[in-house]
């Protein structure tokens, strides 16, 4: 009974989105230092681990499939990798096959692959009983990406160093999230090499986002959102401010562009406005993918 029952396992990994982005620095290896608030969303990619059985010649197997044809299914996947490296610590000899639901919008500035990442280290530890706690988990995550601690952690945080210094934050005030990817593909390499770090002249007030935050007050929250990364994207791709005002016209509290991008989201008050802004958005042809969701729990089961 009991191996039955852990024949498989469902993982969910939510996506991000950035509430304040700040460069702090160009370091000399090429990094840019952050300070970053991120905000889980409840969007997620349905993760399923399928325990196949033992491999015939002793060594450890992971097969991939996914919705999206254009995704990875071999060890460049970022889900391949967090398996491979936990059945590598652990010495597990098992075949096993991780089916990926994607919904994230890919390269998009909502850390769809760390989330992926993340949410199969977690399956895996609790598939096998491992023991790993968070934190475990976390400082095993950075070496897959600055980003997977963080979808390990979850909730609202604040993100340093390269993204893997985390403190949390309080919850945001309940909203509504409304996310639109316009039709255009931005490489973050691209965005990161086109800032100039020494240069930026309006760095967010990320402090001042954080005391917001904690005194749960969305008008000032809202009001000292800003990321750095936006005045380069919005730059080269107008569509992206278009959006961003067409949210604020539709009643959004707040709306900013995630992360490199080019997903924009817009925070809503109500679900009323929050649904007529999805609805205008789903048949407004510069956008490729729309979605209406919230400030979600992190990787429970489904
Ligand atoms: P970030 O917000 O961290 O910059 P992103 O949203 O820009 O992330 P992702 O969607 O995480 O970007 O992935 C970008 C690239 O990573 C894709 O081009 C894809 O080929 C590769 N990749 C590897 N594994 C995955 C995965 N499980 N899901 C999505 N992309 C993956």
Redesign the pocket.
């Known amino acids: 009974m009991e191996e039955k029952r852990y024949d498989h396992i469902r993982v969910r990994a939510h996506g991000k989105i950035n509430l304040g982005l700040d460069v702090v620095r160009k370091r000399e290896d090429g990094y840019h230092e952050v300070r970053m608030i991120m905000q889980q969303v409840g969007l997620y990619d349905g993760i399923e681990i399928l325990r196949m059985g033992r491999t015939s010649d002793g060594e450890r197997k992971i097969t991939i499939e996914t919705n999206l044809r254009y ?2 299914v071999n060890e ?4 391949y990798k967090a398996a491979d490296l936990l059945m590598e610590e652990f010495g597990i000899k098992d075949q096993i096959h991780i089916k ?1 639901r ?1 919904l ?1 919008p ?9 989330s ?1 990442c993340a949410a199969v280290m977690q399956g895996i530890n609790r598939f096998y009983r491992l023991g790993l706690k968070k934190r475990d988990l976390m400082e095993r995550g950075v070496k897959l990406g600055a ?1 997977v601690p963080y979808c390990v952690m979850g909730g609202t945080a604040l993100a340093e160093g390269i993204g893997e210094i985390l403190t949390p934050v309080r919850s945001i005030p309940p909203v509504y999230i409304v996310l639109a990817k316009p039709g255009i593909n931005v490489s ?1 390499k691209m965005v990161y090499g086109a800032l100039k770090a020494d240069e930026i002249e309006h760095h967010p007030d990320i402090d001042g986002l954080i005391g917001e935050i904690e005194a749960g007050n969305l008008k000032g929250m809202v009001s000292k959102m800003g990321n750095v990364l936006a005045d380069v994207t919005e730059g080269l791709y107008p569509i992206i401010r278009q959006i961003k005002e067409e949210m604020i016209r539709m009643g959004a509290a707040g709306a900013m562009m995630s ?2 991008g080019p997903t924009v989201f817009g925070l809503f008050e109500t679900e009323e406005k929050a649904r007529e802004a999805y609805a205008a958005l789903k048949t407004d042809s510069r956008c490729r993918q729309v979605f209406i969701t919230d400030g979600g729990m992190a990787h429970e089961r489904y």
Do not use: E, F, H, Y
């Open positions: 995704l990875p460049n996947n970022l889900a990926i994607k994230i890919v390269a998009a500035g909502m850390a769809g692959g760390s992926d980003d973050t992360g490199s």
